[in-house]
């Protein structure tokens, strides 16, 4: 079993429309957890951050974390087409190693 | 603003031959990752430091790769000999701390011909 699963896509979603992204980890112990966004050919990109239970909301974006189901997952609403790009899933398990997942390749269609 | 830096950018080199990266971390930051990511995958963790020390490098392949941060700041990651099969993104992420959030260098774009 992978550290860090997502699936992998393509993920399409009309614009204006809600995309959402999960995630589920394997190691009960994680404690912090993050999104990246990564344009084509550029380094991965912070975009939110969530420690405890529950929905974190930023702008267009919110995080949930369940932490019993080890599931992680992010809500883009009024999605845009510069929204366009592959999301990846981090989560800091044993020993703070910041593991990645696979990354979802998310398509916003005009 | 506080950058993580990179260098260099691109490397062309060809197999067999020593190649090296270089990562400056932002300011402060005791945590210093290196990941490699391959085109259509995930970042892949190579080796993490907290300070001058390794806290993980269980995926770093040790015959041929080696990784130091010698006084706790800067790293440099170094392949010899490089194989056609290390071609790839080679990025460095930094934090405060292990567990906090990690910001990440522009990458190091490496071709093995």
């Known amino acids: 079993q992978k550290e860090v699963e997502q699936n992998s896509g393509p993920l399409s979603v009309p614009e204006g429309a809600i995309a959402s992204l999960n995630c589920t980890y394997s190691?009960?112990?994680?404690?912090?957890f993050f999104w990246y966004r990564q344009y084509s050919g550029k380094s991965p990109e912070l975009i939110m951050s969530?420690?405890?239970?529950g929905d974190k909301e930023d702008g267009r974006f919110t995080a949930q974390l369940n932490k019993a189901s080890q599931y992680v997952s992010l809500l883009i609403r009024d999605s845009q087409p510069s929204d366009s790009a592959t999301y990846l899933c981090?989560?800091?398990?044993?020993?703070?190693?910041?593991?990645f997942g696979q990354g979802t390749r998310l398509t916003i269609n005009p | 603003e506080a950058e993580v830096a990179q260098s260099p950018r691109y490397k062309i080199t060809e197999k067999s031959q020593a190649v090296a990266f270089w990562c400056d971390p932002i300011?402060?930051?005791?945590?210093l990752y290196w990941y490699r990511q391959i085109l259509g995958q995930g970042p892949e963790l190579l080796v993490q430091?907290?300070?001058?020390?390794?806290?993980?490098d269980s995926q770093l392949p040790k015959d041929r790769f080696s990784a130091e941060r010698l006084k706790g700041v800067d790293s440099t990651l170094k392949i010899q000999p490089a194989e056609l099969g290390d071609s790839a993104m080679y990025l460095c992420?930094?934090?405060?701390?292990?567990?906090?959030?990690?910001?990440f260098g522009q990458g190091t774009r490496l071709t093995v011909v």
């Open positions: 992420a930094s934090s405060f701390n292990g567990g906090t959030e990690a910001f």
């Open positions: 190691d009960r112990v994680s404690q912090s």
């Open positions: 969530i420690y405890s239970n």
């Open positions: 981090a989560v800091n398990g044993a020993a703070q190693k910041l593991v």
């Open positions: 300011s402060g930051h005791a945590t």
């Open positions: 430091f907290q300070d001058e020390s390794v806290v993980d």
